[in-house]
């Protein structure tokens, strides 16, 4: 099985438990104003690569995983290429990795129901909490994240929420409390990461001649994305 990755990454750090081998998938539906890897929208682009090379890849930096580390499909959004999602994580479960599945929760389908087969951990972004500030700022649908979030809880997948904290979009204390009563109902959810915005990406949307519509917002601060940590209270 073949698909489109736009890069591999070793030793991340920020992608999952552990240090990690994290997998970049070509192809994204969504066009969230924070996203950091604009280079990975187009489904046409990045490199094609077989499952067993990107096996060959995560298996060559094994030693560096333990305690806790592994793999982590990521990118773009892994769900549009379930097939080849589905193959690598298997292959990577039967050699012994942890799999975690970093994605927005769509397209939910029969493929990607497979996958998560052999998924440990998913790494769900629930990018707005509200549908009008989803469909605006991204491109998508809240709702479909949602059903996503509770065919994963029902399948018994253990997930981390996580959520990008933007001055002045998503740094509300309201916000974080509605985050937090989305997540209520499901107890598979094991924790939500408050991730804080940064402009690093800026100089991608220069390289591709596309406008970025954060270029004027400033960095989360460290107080700030504390003091909304402690509404999660993950403890």
Request: aromatic share 8%; glycine share 10%; net charge neutral.
């Amino acid at each position: 099985m073949t698909g489109r990755v736009f890069k591999i990454e070793t030793f991340a750090g920020a992608d999952g438990p552990g240090i990690r081998c994290a997998v970049f998938f070509q192809g994204c539906h969504l066009r969230c104003v924070c996203c950091h890897n604009p280079e990975s929208w187009a489904s046409g682009g990045g490199e094609v690569m077989d499952s067993r090379e990107v096996l060959r890849r995560a298996l060559r930096y094994r030693a560096y995983y333990s305690p806790g580390g592994g793999v982590t499909f990521t990118g773009g959004e892994p769900l549009m290429q379930p097939e080849f999602l589905a193959e690598s994580a298997h292959l990577c479960a039967e050699n012994g990795l942890h799999t975690a599945l970093d994605t927005a929760g769509a397209p939910l389908s029969r493929q990607v129901k497979e996958a998560l087969r052999y998924i440990d951990l998913v790494l769900l972004d629930i990018k707005r909490t509200t549908e009008d500030e989803y469909r605006s700022h991204c491109g998508g649908s809240l709702s479909d994240t949602l059903r996503f979030l509770k065919f994963a809880n029902d399948a018994g997948a253990n997930i981390w929420v996580r959520h990008v904290v933007i001055p002045g979009l998503t740094d509300g204390e309201e916000n974080i409390l509605r985050l937090k009563a989305l997540c209520a109902p499901y107890s598979n959810v094991k924790r939500i990461e408050l991730l804080p915005f940064r402009n690093l990406c800026a100089a991608k949307y220069k390289n591709l001649g596309i406008p970025f519509a954060l270029s004027d917002v400033p960095e989360c601060g460290e107080n700030d994305l504390a003091r909304l940590l402690r509404l999660v209270d993950n403890e």
